[in-house]
C-alpha cells in the first residue's frame, strides 16, 4: 500500500507560521490531485487545500484563504502547505492526502484514496 509521509507541524504562537510538507515512500502512481485536511477531536475532516497536479491550480477554504498557500512537484508526487499568520483556530490533525485519478471533489474526502497519518499543528494565543 502507498504511503504518504508528513513532516513538519508543531506548536507556534498566534501569527506565526508553520511548514508541511508530504511526500511518498514507494514509487506510485500518478497523482492527480495532492489536498491538505485538517480535523479537531469530535469534529469532521475538513476541507483546506488542494492543488490539481496537471496545471498546477489551487484551491483553498474560505478562512485560509490569504494565509495558507500550497506548492508541489508534480513529477516528484510531493506538495508542501505554507501555513502564515496562524490562529488559535488553526489547531487540529492536518492530514495530507492523494488522488490516483481525475475528480471534482478535491473539496471533498470522498476524491481522494490515499492519505497521510496526520500531523499535529498547535497554534497557541
Known amino acids: 500500500q502507498v504511503q504518504l509521509v508528513e513532516s513538519g507541524g508543531g506548536l507556534v504562537q498566534a501569527g506565526g507560521s508553520l511548514r508541511l510538507s508530504c511526500g511518498t515512500s514507494t514509487r506510485t502512481f500518478t497523482r492527480y490531485v495532492m489536498g491538505w485536511f485538517r480535523q479537531t477531536p469530535g469534529q469532521e475532516r475538513e476541507f483546506v487545500a488542494a492543488r490539481i497536479q496537471s496545471d498546477s491550480r489551487t484551491y483553498y477554504r474560505d478562512s485560509v484563504k490569504g494565509r495558507f498557500f500550497i506548492s508541489g512537484d508534480s513529477a516528484k508526487n510531493t506538495v508542501v502547505l505554507e501555513m502564515n499568520s496562524l490562529k488559535p483556530e488553526d489547531t487540529a490533525v492536518y492530514y495530507c492526502?492523494?488522488?490516483?485519478?481525475?475528480?471534482?471533489?478535491?473539496?471533498?474526502?470522498?476524491?481522494?484514496?490515499?492519505w497521510g497519518q496526520g500531523t499535529q499543528v498547535n497554534v497557541s494565543l
Open positions: 492526502a492523494a488522488a490516483t485519478k481525475p475528480t471534482t471533489y478535491w473539496h471533498s474526502i470522498e476524491g481522494y484514496d490515499d
